[in-house]
């Protein structure tokens, strides 16, 4: 399995922007595909975004849409998320996960490797 280590995470104003980055080693980084997820207290962990093994394709939940951006660079074993037009409501703990199974996009129980999670807190 892959280890993944989470960074980047920090206190924003809203409107903001923050880059996380989650570094990963330990397998071939570019047999995975690669998400954030990410956990409010109270709340169940959702799914923010992927992109796919090559970078070629991406993913993103209604609620980060048009504001985030997934990337990775396979060369660097690391992938990214550039948050924009931060709102409070996107405070939680992001998690980044990798996984091989390709048959959904979105499934928390596909993704076999998790960080330990980097806090994101946007104030009002």
């Known amino acids: 399995q892959v280890q993944l280590v989470e960074s980047g995470g920090g206190l924003v104003q809203a409107g903001g922007s923050l880059r996380l980055t989650c570094a990963a080693s330990?397998?071939?980084?570019?047999?995975?595909?690669m998400a954030w997820f990410r956990q409010a207290p109270g709340k169940e962990r959702e799914f923010v975004a992927r992109?796919?093994?090559?970078?070629?394709?991406?993913y993103y939940g209604d609620s980060v849409k048009g504001r985030f951006t997934i990337s990775r660079d396979n060369a660097k074993n690391t992938v990214y998320l550039q948050m924009n037009s931060l709102k409070p409501d996107d405070t939680a703990v992001y998690y980044c996960?990798?996984?091989?199974?390709?048959?959904?996009?979105?499934?928390?129980?596909?993704?076999?490797?998790w960080g330990q999670g980097t806090q994101v807190t946007v104030s009002s």
């Open positions: 996960a990798a996984t091989t199974v390709r048959d959904t996009w979105t499934r928390r129980s596909d993704f076999g490797s």
């Open positions: 330990g397998s071939t980084f570019s047999r995975y595909d």
């Open positions: 992109i796919n093994w090559s970078g070629g394709t991406t």
